[in-house]
């Protein structure tokens, strides 16, 4: 199978298991309480896991998981877009209106991630192809890739701004601090 042949399928798998979880939160008599706490978890884990693969990878570069994970940074990187979309929808149903989702824009709750960590991850998850990388000229690619830093802390902002400090130190604490070492020692690491 080509790697061309491998995104469709990849994307096909993506859509049928978005449409599930969809049809899912509009069933569901709960308000889609459990799928809009699942699906924030997803969301940060899949994106402390893929913003930890290059630190790691630099810090340890025999160690085989990490390099096996890291053939999978598209994936990972869809899913980060995919949970976050899903935690967002329930939120949006939950609402009730378009006009009083669009509103929770001005709320400084939901500023960071809906006008900065939201698009990013759009933008991102489309342009996470090899067509992308192509198109764009690797350089460029990954200039663009490095926004991904941003909406880390949009979603930091996010986590603190609703009552999850705690959660925000112990899950991104560690992961900025390995961030941070990766880049003092650029030079020494390979
Ligand atoms: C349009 C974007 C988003 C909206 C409108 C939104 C909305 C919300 C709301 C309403 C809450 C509940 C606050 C409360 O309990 O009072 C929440 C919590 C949370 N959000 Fe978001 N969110 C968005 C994006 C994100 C993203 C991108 C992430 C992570 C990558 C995320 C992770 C979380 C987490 C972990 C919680 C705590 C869940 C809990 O225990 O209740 N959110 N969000």
Same mark, same amino acid.
């Given at each position: 199978?080509?790697?061309?042949?491998?995104? @469709?399928? &990849?994307? +096909?798998?993506? =859509?049928?298991?978005?449409?599930?979880?969809?049809?899912?939160?509009? $069933? *569901?008599?709960? !308000?889609?309480? $459990?799928?809009?706490?699942?699906?924030?978890?997803? =969301? +940060?884990?899949?994106?402390?896991?893929?913003?930890?693969?290059?630190?790691?990878?630099?810090?340890?570069?025999? $160690?085989?998981?990490? !390099?096996?994970?890291?053939? !999978?940074?598209?994936?990972?990187?869809?899913?980060?877009?995919?949970?976050?979309?899903?935690?967002?929808?329930?939120?949006?149903? &939950?609402?009730?209106?378009?006009?009083? $989702?669009?509103?929770?824009?001005?709320?400084?709750?939901?500023?960071? +991630?809906?006008?900065?960590?939201?698009?990013?991850?759009? @933008?991102?998850? @489309?342009?996470?192809?090899?067509?992308?990388?192509?198109?764009?000229?690797?350089?460029?690619?990954?200039?663009? !890739?490095?926004?991904?830093?941003? =909406?880390?802390?949009? +979603?930091?902002?996010?986590? &603190?701004?609703? &009552?999850?400090?705690?959660?925000?130190?112990?899950?991104?604490?560690?992961?900025?601090?390995?961030?941070?070492?990766?880049?003092?020692?650029? *030079?020494?690491?390979?």
């Amino acid at each position: 199978m080509s790697n061309y042949d491998e995104e @469709i399928c &990849g994307m +096909v798998n993506y =859509a049928l298991l978005f449409s599930v979880m969809l049809v899912s939160i509009l $069933w *569901d008599p709960n !308000h889609s309480r $459990w799928q809009f706490k699942y699906s924030a978890y997803s =969301a +940060v884990g899949f994106l402390c896991l893929i913003l930890s693969l290059n630190p790691l990878k630099a810090m340890f570069p025999r $160690w085989i998981l990490i !390099h096996r994970l890291n053939r !999978h940074r598209q994936e990972i990187g869809v899913s980060v877009f995919s949970y976050a979309m899903i935690h967002a929808l329930c939120f949006a149903i &939950g609402s009730g209106s378009i006009s009083r $989702w669009l509103s929770a824009a001005n709320n400084p709750r939901f500023m960071s +991630v809906m006008l900065v960590s939201m698009p990013i991850f759009c @933008i991102l998850a @489309i342009t996470s192809t090899q067509f992308s990388k192509i198109k764009l000229g690797f350089k460029n690619w990954k200039r663009l !890739h490095r926004l991904v830093y941003l =909406a880390e802390a949009g +979603v930091i902002v996010h986590l &603190g701004m609703n &009552g999850k400090s705690m959660l925000a130190l112990m899950v991104f604490l560690p992961l900025v601090l390995v961030q941070l070492f990766r880049v003092a020692n650029r *030079d020494n690491l390979q």
